[in-house]
């Protein structure tokens, strides 16, 4: 008897063979591809002016997939997607205001945290409650109670953590070290580091918040206050959103002043400065600065905020001599000058991150320390913490490393910390 063939039939017919799925090479790390199992899916927070130059490093890397931006402002979040796209040659970036949203994600392995200083320590704190590694860049908190809140959430939870001090991963200032170390310039006795000076901020009246700006979720912790365009492009010189250059700059120095001193564990017991604040300047942060940090055994860090950007160096001076890197063109400097035949190679500068991100990501898969450790970050970023408050206060300090804690000074002792802003918290 024939049969009638309806379209159901078929369709039902057709369900029950098996069906051929056709896998690309890439997927499988053919054709010297990276298999999709060990790849690192990786999305940015904060896609602002640093983040568009690092992420090209990251790209670099065939065993990276950025797969997500976030950031408070529209702008923002279409650069970073038309960046990351626009390398992939396809559409699949996605974009969210709320960083929490992209955290939420299931496929993400890792961040990189670009934001301004108030999200650092919050963010990388959140994003390694949800599963992901992170690297984040400096300073690496706004507060010293932030960053043990932050070393110890990495270590409970077995996070690979980078902070961005990535003269650390740089030959010039890994020469530095070495020499400082080896006993060439005798016992180092200081070390020097100047930062630019401040600028002098005309005050503004407030202003309607601008369209595409997500004003609420960009304030985060910090205090609120209306949105004022000198304020908010800024904030880096406003005591509630940064600490100015003397940390914003100052830790890449802290971090290598204590690895130089072998003091990656403790830091300063003792500080004092000097500080210029001019009158009307709408800015918290003072011009101009010095301040002498002093270890438990008569070493000194003197930290000077003038001159220009392109005027900042680290310089360590021992009793037989001295070894200097001018960051601005990473031509290092010494006496006696025969010590700089013993450099062997003269590599790339900070501004190339390459070796720095590169380290992060081993880590990622070796689940090793990384070479910007919770630890050491914390301790490089406190010293200028402490050096802010030393100014804001008018003051000497007196700081136990161990304790983590001012020696008799109870208005001190309160400033190692701040309140967060409603629904914010650890």
Same mark, same amino acid.
């Given at each position: 008897?024939?049969?009638?063939?309806?379209?159901?039939?078929?369709?039902?017919?057709?369900?029950?063979?098996?069906?051929?799925?056709?896998?690309?090479?890439?997927?499988?790390?053919?054709?010297?591809?990276?298999?999709?199992?060990?790849?690192?899916?990786?999305?940015?927070?904060?896609?602002?002016?640093?983040?568009?130059?690092?992420?090209?490093?990251? @790209?670099?890397?065939?065993?990276?997939?950025?797969?997500?931006?976030?950031?408070?402002?529209?702008?923002?979040?279409?650069?970073?997607?038309?960046?990351?796209?626009?390398?992939?040659?396809?559409?699949?970036?996605?974009?969210?205001?709320?960083?929490?949203?992209?955290?939420?994600?299931?496929?993400?392995?890792?961040?990189?945290?670009?934001?301004?200083?108030?999200?650092?320590?919050?963010?990388?704190?959140?994003?390694?409650?949800?599963?992901?590694?992170?690297?984040?860049?400096?300073?690496?908190?706004?507060?010293?109670?932030?960053?043990?809140?932050?070393? %110890?959430?990495?270590?409970?939870?077995?996070?690979?953590?980078?902070?961005?001090?990535?003269?650390?991963?740089?030959?010039?200032?890994?020469?530095?070290?070495?020499?400082?170390?080896?006993?060439?310039?005798?016992?180092?006795?200081?070390?020097?580091?100047?930062?630019?000076?401040?600028?002098?901020?005309?005050?503004?009246?407030?202003?309607?918040?601008?369209?595409?700006?997500?004003?609420?979720?960009?304030?985060?912790?910090?205090?609120?206050?209306?949105?004022?365009?000198?304020?908010?492009?800024?904030?880096?010189?406003?005591?509630?959103?940064?600490?100015?250059?003397?940390?914003?700059?100052?830790?890449?120095?802290?971090?290598?002043?204590?690895?130089?001193?072998?003091?990656?564990?403790?830091?300063?017991?003792?500080?004092?400065?000097?500080?210029? @604040?001019?009158?009307?300047? @709408?800015?918290?942060?003072?011009?101009?600065?010095?301040?002498?940090?002093?270890?438990?055994?008569?070493?000194?860090?003197?930290?000077?905020?003038?001159?220009?950007?392109?005027?900042?160096?680290?310089? @360590?001076?021992?009793?037989?001599?001295?070894?200097?890197?001018?960051?601005?063109?990473?031509?290092?400097?010494?006496?006696? %000058?025969?010590?700089?035949?013993?450099?062997?190679?003269?590599?790339?500068?900070?501004?190339?991150?390459?070796?720095?991100?590169?380290?992060?990501?081993?880590?990622?898969?070796?689940?090793?320390?990384?070479?910007?450790?919770?630890?050491?970050?914390?301790?490089?970023?406190?010293?200028?913490?402490?050096?802010?408050?030393?100014?804001?206060?008018?003051?000497?300090?007196?700081?136990?490393?161990?304790?983590?804690?001012?020696?008799?000074?109870?208005?001190?002792?309160?400033?190692?910390?701040?309140?967060?802003?409603?629904?914010?918290?650890?």
């Amino acid at each position: 008897m024939q049969q009638t063939l309806t379209r159901r039939s078929l369709l039902k017919s057709v369900s029950a063979v098996p069906l051929l799925t056709v896998i690309p090479g890439s997927a499988l790390g053919r054709d010297g591809a990276t298999a999709a199992s060990d790849r690192i899916t990786l999305a940015t927070i904060g896609h602002g002016n640093r983040c568009r130059e690092v992420t090209p490093f990251f @790209f670099s890397h065939p065993d990276v997939q950025l797969i997500a931006v976030a950031d408070p402002r529209e702008q923002r979040c279409a650069m970073g997607k038309a960046q990351v796209d626009q390398y992939y040659r396809n559409s699949d970036c996605v974009t969210y205001r709320d960083f929490r949203e992209l955290l939420a994600r299931t496929d993400l392995d890792a961040v990189y945290i670009a934001t301004g200083d108030r999200w650092h320590a919050l963010a990388s704190i959140l994003a390694a409650k949800a599963g992901k590694d992170v690297y984040s860049e400096k300073p690496m908190t706004m507060t010293i109670e932030e960053g043990r809140e932050l070393v %110890q959430t990495m270590e409970r939870l077995g996070t690979v953590y980078q902070c961005g001090h990535q003269r650390r991963s740089v030959d010039s200032y890994r020469f530095q070290v070495e020499i400082a170390q080896s006993g060439l310039i005798g016992h180092v006795h200081t070390v020097e580091m100047q930062m630019w000076e401040n600028p002098i901020l005309r005050p503004e009246a407030p202003q309607p918040v601008p369209a595409g700006l997500d004003y609420d979720m960009w304030l985060g912790p910090t205090p609120w206050y209306p949105y004022i365009p000198a304020r908010f492009n800024g904030w880096n010189y406003f005591w509630e959103t940064g600490g100015g250059t003397l940390i914003a700059m100052g830790c890449h120095y802290t971090d290598i002043a204590q690895w130089g001193l072998d003091t990656d564990d403790t830091g300063p017991v003792h500080y004092e400065g000097l500080a210029e @604040f001019i009158p009307g300047n @709408f800015a918290d942060t003072p011009v101009r600065c010095r301040v002498d940090c002093t270890y438990a055994d008569g070493r000194r860090l003197v930290m000077w905020v003038r001159g220009q950007f392109a005027q900042r160096y680290i310089r @360590f001076i021992g009793d037989e001599g001295w070894i200097q890197v001018d960051d601005d063109t990473n031509v290092v400097t010494a006496e006696p %000058q025969s010590l700089l035949k013993r450099r062997a190679v003269a590599a790339k500068s900070w501004a190339d991150p390459g070796g720095h991100i590169g380290d992060f990501l081993r880590c990622i898969k070796t689940r090793r320390e990384t070479i910007c450790s919770p630890e050491k970050s914390h301790r490089a970023t406190t010293i200028g913490h402490i050096a802010n408050l030393c100014l804001r206060l008018g003051r000497e300090l007196t700081w136990d490393p161990k304790m983590e804690a001012f020696l008799n000074d109870a208005e001190a002792d309160r400033m190692r910390r701040r309140l967060m802003r409603a629904p914010w918290h650890y």
